[in-house]
T-cell receptor, first 115, second 115 residues
Framework: DAGITQSPRYKITETGRQVTLMCHQTWSHSYMFWYRQDLGHGLRLIYY???????DKGEVPDGYVVSRSKTENFPLTLESATRSQTSVYFC??????????????FGEGSRLTVL | AQSVAQPEDQVNVAEGNPLTVKCTYS??????LFWYVQYPNRGLQFLLKYITGDNLVKGSYGFEAEFNKSQTSFHLKKPSALVSDSALYFC?????????????FGGGTRLMVKP
């Protein structure tokens, strides 16, 4: 089925470990985004990508790394996880960027707990 | 810088009564405004958007929102609430002229509709 899928949906890890959250979309949308959702902060943009091999920082990029070698995939890596990165992470995609309407399509989220 | 404020953490309304979820924004240019809804353990879903034109925007599930430029507000409304409308609602803004692909979300408002 077409859509945007995230994996894993739930992950528990320890401080200092590397964690990668996967995001895959089947619409061939150009733009992809990673947000984190925290109580009291709403959603905050971590990184986004306008196309394969093009990424840019969002509001809270520190401690995260992204890559986009293929249009459909946009993995998010925490190279050395910290407790402050405990959050729910949402991947989203959009057909158009600045010139478009900006409607985002979200995955179901990945809940990460860092002990 | 762009920002969004949702002044109410929670809104309680009885089924069948009208509901309003408030949103105010701040941008230096022209705003794109959005409402998204999040059901438990799900990603955000697009409800409606304002880009230009009529200040009253109609969206999914009977929701509508009114853009008020002088008050910099974009309140979400529905004439008759349903129990199934209970969810977390997010307002979001993008500064068309200045912020590229940055979509800034408010902190969210939990809507509780009681039978």
């Amino acid at each position: 089925d077409a859509g945007i899928t995230q994996s894993p949906r739930y992950k528990i890890t320890e401080t200092g470990r590397q964690v990668t959250l996967m995001c895959h979309q089947t619409w061939s949308h150009s733009y992809m985004f990673w947000y984190r959702q925290d109580l009291g902060h709403g959603l905050r943009l971590i990184y986004y990508s306008a196309a394969a091999d093009i990424t840019d920082k969002g509001e809270v990029p520190d401690g995260y790394v992204v890559s986009r070698s293929k249009t459909e995939n946009f993995p998010l890596t925490l190279e050395s996880a910290t407790r402050s990165q405990t959050s729910v992470y949402f991947c989203a995609s959009s057909e158009t960027g600045v010139a478009g309407t900006g409607e985002l399509f979200f995955g179901e989220g990945s809940r990460l707990t860092v002990l | 810088a762009q920002s969004v404020a949702q002044p109410e953490d929670q809104v309680n309304v009885a089924e069948g009564n009208p509901l309003t979820v408030k949103c105010t924004y701040s941008v230096s240019g022209n705003p794109y405004l959005f409402w998204y809804v999040q059901y438990p353990n799900r990603g955000l879903q697009f409800l409606l958007k304002y880009i230009t034109g009529d200040n009253l925007v109609k969206g999914s599930y009977g929701f509508e929102a009114e853009f008020n430029k002088s008050q910099t507000s974009f309140h979400l409304k529905k004439p008759s609430a349903l129990v199934s409308d209970s969810a977390l609602y997010f307002c979001a803004v993008r500064d068309l002229d200045n912020a590229g692909n940055m979509l800034t979300f408010g902190g969210g408002t939990r809507l509780m509709v009681k039978p």
